[in-house]
């Protein structure tokens, strides 16, 4: 019987590319499916989640909030921050209350990210800008602030840009250290729940395949470090595929429910989420 495929959507970045590493590379047997890939960044995958184009996805835990009638969150390949994430960087030193009176630079609305900022500084001036295009566009002089993600946590400070403020650190003294969730594989709901059961640990393989194969897979992930040094997607990678990653545990978990709630409180989030989770094994 020709094996069903699986369209898989995850964003182009060494973190992401070491998780998927195995799967992407037909590491292990995964009968009776086949995998297809498709990298994007996250806010195009957040958007085709909102279409429910693929069947497991990456999503920003923000984007969630607008998709939890099409898909179930996966316990295994989340992203979370263990008192660090996405920051706010400025050409000149400022101080939080600064940033309420001045443009930043944001990655996109449903980013976790801008949630996170917004549950932070309440309503602020902001301009959407591509991710990997912040930095430029702040040293350019088209804004006065910008919220970095992704590998830009590591390299802002060879721009002689300033941190005002690190979100995650910010996230963890508001909640007594939960992490700060940013992003989450996500899996269609209408593929029953004898297909979700037996796709599910694959996710969780993958990640396992990596982490017994550190080099090999840091390799792969090297082709997606957008110019890194070596030691640098080293530690990139180390950041955002730790321990939760495997698996959510309940911090994890507490912490997803907890920021759409706060989303929700705050009036960002139109409606009130009750998160769903499929266990990967």
């Not at 721009?159 to 992490?179: C, F, N, Q, R, Y």
Request: hydrophobic residues 40%.
């Amino acid at each position: 019987m020709k094996p069903m495929e699986i369209t898989l959507g995850h964003s182009p970045d060494s973190d992401d590319a070491f998780m998927f590493h195995a799967l992407a590379n037909n590491k292990f047997d995964t009968s009776p499916y086949t995998f297809r890939h498709f990298m994007q960044d996250i806010e195009t995958l957040n958007h085709r989640a909102a279409l429910g184009e693929l069947d497991v996805t990456a999503i920003s835990v923000h984007a969630y909030a607008y998709v939890h009638h099409r898909y179930a969150i996966l316990t295994a390949g989340g992203s979370l921050g263990l008192g660090y994430g996405p920051m706010v960087v400025t050409r000149e030193p400022k101080t939080v209350e600064d940033l309420k009176s001045i443009t930043i630079a944001i990655p996109g609305k449903m980013t976790s990210a801008y949630l996170a900022l917004r549950l932070c500084l309440g309503e602020f001036t902001y301009d959407i800008v591509p991710f990997d295009q912040i930095i430029p566009a702040l040293l350019g002089g088209r804004v006065d602030a910008g919220l970095i993600i992704h590998e830009g946590q590591l390299t802002y400070g060879a721009s002689g840009l300033h941190k005002v403020i690190d979100l995650g650190e910010w996230w963890a003294k508001e909640t007594d250290g939960l992490p700060l969730p940013l992003g989450a594989n996500a899996i269609r709901k209408d593929l029953g729940p004898e297909r979700i059961a037996e796709i599910a640990p694959y996710m969780r393989k993958t990640i396992e395949y990596s982490l017994a194969h550190r080099e090999e897979a840091l390799q792969y992930a090297m082709k997606f470090a957008r110019d890194l040094p070596a030691a640098q997607a080293d530690r990139f990678v180390g950041m955002y595929v730790n321990p939760l990653t495997l698996h959510l545990g309940e911090d994890g978990k507490k912490s997803y429910q907890l920021f759409l709630d706060r989303g929700y409180q705050e009036g960002v989030i139109p409606r009130k989420v009750e998160l769903e989770f499929v266990e990967c094994g």
